[in-house]
């Protein structure tokens, strides 16, 4: 993402090739056979995996209890592996096990490249699809190998502080194409990645009220409030002077940071009017030190942790969508953030006995476009460019000894196959059971709370679940984010939603209470706990069946704590002997791949599973 100078060449000075010296090349320097070998490897049974899952393809088993299944490629030739099989009906595909066979007999097959040319019939996929996978593919190889460059040890990991843990975290463990990151070149992912683990001091700009909006709650809910918190005076004296010297009066704009990328490839172009006549006016950075997170839009204030996390559209294809931030959610955020805050802290056994940490989105700037935002039929991604959310700062949440790191990271291990989770469990001096006790029942009752007493539910996948620890490195309560785009409720009233105001009502998603169950089978059971019990077998020696019995006691404890809540228990059953099946890959591959749309895709639906928390659970479970 270089800026050229414009030269004027309208005179006869001829040019040399010494007064104009060759741009660099940047190369990668984590791109050695090695490296991307062994990431390819780990992404081919990554993607065989969750695949076979999805029934998007259908190995075959070469015999009773082998452990080896075979997958007959376009060519007629079969690719041979080893798997183990799990709840939900999952697979875990051994990556040392990947061969084809052919006529000289097996070889070792490690390219997932080469496995989607070989099998796009047999995956069911167009050609147009086809090229845009195969991209997103290869920068995801990529980053899994600019990853293992620079990866650490679990002892490591463990000393690490909450926004430095995220940049070691490998991604989305469903979503095969999880670092697609279409728009970025290979020097942006350089910048701006969270892997690259690089501290920015984001610019600044002004837009004028005339397209810009503020929304606000408690401490913020005016602008002068917020900026009165994050920007130092002299900072703030000086947007104020560049907007002063244009004649421009400070009182009729609003402030926001502004992600350099979104900027420079999106917003000079397409706000070009707006810029123009001064109504977005560029400022100078903060001066504040941010890290990139692994939601990548997000950034954490490390130069004074106690200001606001920022959330900033950035317009790039990664995992399901566009990761920009929708005019009207924006918008809405701090009013969701007051009313589920309400609900906390209105609540005894939300507030004082789970401890839940709500980070609330508390303050948002929304920028509307004077085109895009008037056409419902255009692509969404043209309706996300411009504004900003923040996000309260986890850190001034914690109590003295207190640690958090996100539930996705429990899933990482490092180089030497050694988990975090078995560092951590070892620091904390306690039976693996007893500590996997403690992790359900801080992560368990909040949730469960939120959806039995009040029909809502929070999307608690890996990101957006936080899990907070005791300073003996036990498990002790729970830390959510992300509400506007991830808070759904039931769509059958209950007397508890009386209180929701009518703004909140408008812009929340409703769903059945039958399907409201989904965000936390699915984000948490299928998307976190899928992966971590049979690592938690491995390293911990804790039994899988033994794993989902913890977590079915659990939700059997809360039941018994709530008896006055029995029809709910009915209503939203976690219990039920099988679940509808979510996919993730199949929205890409089957149902949107890369098309443009009006609205933002959700989650393909394919069959059903049998649930391991059910009375009748699956053999070996």
């Known amino acids: 993402m270089s800026t050229l100078p414009v030269h004027d060449f309208s005179d006869s000075t001829t040019l040399s090739a010494s007064s104009c010296p060759p741009l660099p090349l940047y190369t990668p320097p984590e791109l050695t056979p090695e490296r991307w070998q062994s990431a390819s490897r780990r992404l081919l049974a990554k993607l065989l995996g969750e695949f076979a899952y999805e029934e998007i393809v259908e190995p075959v088993p070469d015999g009773p209890e082998s452990g080896r299944y075979t997958l007959v490629l376009d060519d007629g030739r079969p690719l041979t592996f080893r798997a183990r099989r799990g709840a939900y009906g999952s697979w875990r595909v051994d990556p040392e096990s990947l061969a084809r066979r052919g006529a000289d007999g097996e070889r070792p097959f490690t390219d997932p490249l080469r496995f989607l040319m070989l099998s796009h019939r047999l995956i069911g996929i167009d050609g147009d699809t086809l090229g845009h996978l195969i991209r997103e593919l290869t920068t995801t190889v990529a980053a899994d190998a600019a990853l293992d460059h620079a990866a650490a040890s679990a002892g490591r990991l463990a000393d690490l502080g909450y926004a430095e843990l995220e940049g070691y975290q490998t991604g989305h463990p469903w979503i095969v194409l999880n670092k697609g990151r279409v728009g970025f070149s290979a020097t942006d992912t350089a910048r701006w990645a969270p892997e690259s683990r690089t501290p920015a001091a984001l610019p600044w700009i002004a837009v004028s009220t005339r397209l810009a909006a503020y929304r606000g709650t408690g401490a913020v809910s005016r602008p002068e409030q917020l900026y009165g918190m994050e920007l130092d005076g002299p900072v703030r004296a000086a947007f104020d002077g560049v907007l002063r010297a244009r004649g421009l009066d400070p009182a009729d704009y609003l402030y926001l940071p502004v992600h350099p990328w979104q900027w420079d490839e999106v917003l000079v172009q397409l706000y070009a009017p707006a810029i123009a006549e001064g109504a977005i006016v560029p400022l100078p950075t903060d001066g504040d030190l941010r890290l990139p997170q692994q939601s990548i839009r997000t950034f954490v204030n490390i130069a004074r942790p106690e200001r606001h996390t920022v959330k900033l559209p950035l317009s790039i294809l990664n995992t399901l969508v566009w990761r920009g931030l929708p005019t009207r959610r924006t918008l809405a955020a701090p009013a969701v953030t007051a009313w589920v805050l309400g609900l906390r802290d209105n609540d005894a056994f939300l507030r004082d006995e789970t401890r839940v940490v709500l980070q609330g989105e508390v303050a948002s700037v929304t920028v509307e476009h004077p085109l895009y935002d008037r056409l419902p039929e255009a692509p969404y991604q043209y309706k996300e460019l411009l504004g900003a959310i923040w996000r309260e700062p986890l850190l001034t949440s914690l109590a003295p000894g207190e640690r958090a790191r996100t539930l996705a990271a429990l899933l990482h291990t490092d180089p030497d196959g050694r988990a975090l989770t078995a560092e951590l469990v070892e620091r904390s001096g306690l039976p693996p059971e007893q500590w996997l006790r403690r992790l359900f029942h801080a992560l368990l009752p909040p949730l469960l709370h ?71 089978h699915s984000g948490l059971f299928v998307g976190v706990f899928r992966f971590l019990a049979p690592l938690c077998e491995e390293q911990l020696g804790v039994p899988e069946a033994e794993f989902w019995s913890l977590v079915r006691a659990e939700i059997l404890h809360h039941h018994a704590r709530f008896p006055e809540l029995k029809d709910r228990f009915e209503i939203f059953d976690l219990l039920t002997p099988r679940i509808e099946r979510l996919c993730l890959n199949r929205n890409r591959l089957h149902l949107d791949g890369y098309r443009d749309r009006a609205e933002r895709p959700h989650a393909a639906v394919h069959g059903t599973v049998p649930n391991p928390l059910g009375s009748h659970r699956p053999p070996g479970l």
């Open 450 to 520: 939120f959806l039995y007493r009040y029909g809502t539910v929070f999307s608690p996948h890996g990101e957006n679940a936080i899990v907070i620890f005791d300073e003996g490195e036990a498990p002790s309560r729970l830390a959510i984010k992300d509400f506007v785009d991830d808070v759904n409720v039931s769509s059958v009233p209950l007397p508890e939603h009386t209180s929701m105001p009518d703004d909140v009502r408008d812009i929340l998603l409703t769903e059945d209470p039958g399907f409201l169950t989904q965000f936390i």
